[in-house]
């Protein structure tokens, strides 16, 4: 059998990406904002002694969002009260592993932390507790 050479470079983008392994693929981390204030929810990173901003989330007392981590590892988070972002609840890093991870934003002894919690069940939207969540593809909603 004879091969184009024109679909060489395709062939090849294809074999790669077949070849990367899925166990290097992270998963969807989850923050609920269990404190009675409004707060603010950012990654960041640090690139050459400066902070680098990722995208701000705010939450409602109550709310909760959701993110995909494309690479597992220790993530830097900060949490600010929205009606005063120059004041810091929380800032560390939290370890995002190839699965998925739910976490509190709580007070303890009067202070904001950040503990691991459980996940939302499976088919609930983590935003919207009341609402079902969208099924993976190709799963059928059962009756």
């Known amino acids: 059998m004879v091969c ?19 166990d290097a693929h992270a998963g969807w981390v989850t923050f609920k904002n269990d404190t009675p204030k409004t707060i ?12 680098v901003a990722g995208k701000p989330y705010k939450l409602l ?3 909760s969002f959701r993110e995909f981590q494309a690479i597992p590892g220790i993530k830097n988070y900060e949490i600010v009260d929205a009606a ?15 699965d998925m991870q739910s976490f509190s934003v709580t007070v303890i002894q009067g202070k904001a932390a950040v503990v691991p919690a459980a996940a ?8 919207h507790p009341g609402s079902p969540a969208p099924l993976p593809p190709g799963e059928a909603k059962r009756p």
Do not use: H, M
Not at 40 to 51: A, L, P, S
Not at 120 to 127: E, L
């Open 4 to 22: 184009d050479p024109r679909l060489l470079p395709s062939l090849a983008v294809f074999a790669a990406v077949c070849a990367i392994p899925r």
């Open 40 to 51: 603010v929810v950012q990654e960041f990173t640090t690139i050459n002694g400066k902070k």
């Open 61 to 63: 007392p109550g709310e």
């Open 84 to 98: 005063n972002a120059a004041n810091s609840l929380w800032i560390g890093q939290l370890n995002c592993k190839g």
């Open 120 to 127: 939302p069940p499976r088919g609930v939207s983590p935003s």
